[in-house]
């Protein structure tokens, strides 16, 4: 789809909001798509309102997030679909945007409060949340996204189809702020939830990496890729867990 003119930005806002729109049909469909392309233009606060004031992406997120049929549209991307609120959480991630000043409690950003893709099995969804989360400095929330990818990946797996953990893990793991923020993670949880998901975490992150040393895939002084990341991941997760022992 190509970039809309902000007239034409402004004119599908107009319609989305009108009370006799009809919901899921291919014509409103189409509206969304043209606000999708124009995001860019609204983060910039370049499209106005009904009322001229510029529109904002929380108010465009807070009523696309009460469509209910916006959850079946699919936007065209190269290879195959993707869901559109899923496309359109992680474009407005990648913009800067928050919903909530505080980020435990966003809509779109900590998947405990979203229902968008709450399992963090997009891949394009997760990694903007687990970015997002490093730039912030949230750890328990980056310890809870990757761990979520981890588990739809190992159940793809699983199922037999091609989900491998290593390309998408690597670059988390050899990064050092990622590092530190995932080591506090490892020390510290606030609910039940966390604490769980981060304990598996753990165990998974030091079974990966006894797996990359029984491979021997740490054997040469200059690790590339996953190697260096594996070991800096399994390193901390058990300088995390001692003297502690991992159930």
Not at 24 to 52: H, K, S
Not at 191 to 212: D, G, K, P, S
Request: proline share 8%; net charge neutral; aromatic share 6%.
């Amino acid at each position: 789809m190509a970039v809309p003119h902000p007239d034409q930005i402004r004119d599908a806002w107009s319609r989305v909001l009108l009370p006799s729109a009809p919901s899921g049909n291919a014509a409103e469909r189409f509206r969304w798509l043209t606000l999708l392309e124009g995001l860019p233009l609204i983060a910039a606060g370049q499209i106005p309102d009904e009322t001229n004031a510029p529109l904002t992406l929380s108010r465009l997120l807070a009523h696309a997030l009460a469509q209910e049929q916006a959850a079946t549209w699919q936007v065209d991307s190269p290879g195959a679909g993707r869901p559109f609120l899923c496309e359109l959480a992680r474009r407005s991630l990648a913009l800067g945007h928050l919903s909530s000043a505080h980020p435990d409690e966003d809509p779109v950003l900590h998947p405990l409060h979203s229902r968008v893709d709450p399992a963090c099995a997009d891949v394009p969804l997760a990694t903007a949340r687990a970015v997002t989360a490093i730039e912030l400095h949230h750890a328990r929330l980056l310890a809870l996204v990757i761990a979520r990818q981890l588990r739809w990946r190992l159940a793809e797996i699983d199922a037999g189809r091609p989900a491998p953990l290593r390309p998408w893990l690597a670059p988390f793991l050899a990064d050092l702020v990622a590092q530190c923020l995932l080591v506090r993670a490892f020390l510290g949880c606030k609910t039940n939830t966390e604490h769980e998901e981060t304990q598996w975490f753990m165990r998974r992150l030091v079974a990966l990496y006894e797996e990359e040393r029984a491979a021997g895939n740490f054997a040469a002084p200059a690790d590339r890729g996953y190697g260096r990341g594996g070991r800096c991941g399994g390193q901390m997760a058990l300088a995390a867990t001692r003297p502690r022992t991992i159930a």
